[in-house]
């Protein structure tokens, strides 16, 4: 959903070697979402860990996790119930504040500035309420929400503004894809087809490596290890002032 007066912008980034311009590199193509992705596998693998089994972006991993926990009787069961609605009620704000917004080229900017302030927020509240001492306690429920709003606000960007892009916090259907892709690629060894792999690989092993690096970083850093995963997004949040970058990823 970008304005088609920036389309013309798009040639910096596509140009052919003919044209005298280089085409994009592989960083240039896959930043966003290897970025974005490494930061949801990480933000989710520490929400996991310190909030007990609470998923900041496998919204449906709450509803899993509140069945096992009913059957076993353990606590908590209505914070990942609360996941569901929370997520929900987050994703019509901000479909909201993007029909009614009137600088339709600042959007994407401040979604992402709206992540990086939630991610840190988690961050704050993760260090102030620690140790967390029961999985349904009201500190888990707020940590844990401000965690969830942080990412449901970049699943709604991605499914209105940067809808190309796969889901960068959601890795079942990537993973799918990434069969998909690798067996066409077996079968039929084009260039298409090899960028194809390319693309959805990136995105299982990003999201793989944000996952251990956030694991690591929590048992050293503790809540501390959210902030180093919100500079990523206060990049994008930068780089998503730029036509020419809006044009690639929209």
Not at 209 to 216: D, N, T
Request: proline content about 4%.
């Amino acid at each position: 959903m970008v304005p088609n007066s920036v389309s013309d912008q798009n040639n910096s980034l596509h140009s052919t070697q003919g044209n005298g311009v280089l085409p994009p590199s592989f960083w240039q193509r896959y930043r966003a979402p290897v970025l974005l992705t490494i930061v949801g596998g990480a933000i989710d693998t520490i929400g996991f860990i310190a909030l007990f089994g609470f998923f900041t972006a496998h919204v449906t991993g709450n509803l899993v996790m509140a069945g096992s926990g009913l059957v076993k009787g353990e606590d908590g069961l209505w914070i990942k119930l609360a996941a569901l609605p929370l997520f929900v009620l987050t994703v019509m704000v901000t479909k909201t504040f993007i029909d009614k917004s009137k600088k339709r080229t600042l959007i994407l900017s401040h979604l992402f500035l709206a992540e990086a302030f939630f991610l840190t927020a988690f961050m704050i509240a993760g260090l102030y309420y620690q140790p967390f001492v029961g999985a349904g306690s009201l500190m888990v429920a707020l940590t844990g929400g401000l965690g969830l709003i942080a990412l449901a606000i970049r699943n709604t960007a991605s499914k209105t503004l940067i809808k190309h892009m796969s889901p960068t916090v959601l890795m079942t259907g990537n993973t799918t894809q990434l069969g998909i892709n690798l067996t066409d690629y077996v079968n039929n060894r084009t260039p298409e087809n090899a960028k194809k792999l390319g693309h959805s690989s990136a995105l299982v092993f990003s999201f793989l490596i944000g996952a251990l690096v956030g694991a690591l970083l929590y048992l050293e850093l503790s809540f501390w290890a959210v902030g180093l995963f919100v500079l990523p997004v206060l990049y994008l949040a930068v780089l998503a002032r730029d036509e020419a970058f809006l044009s690639h990823v929209g």
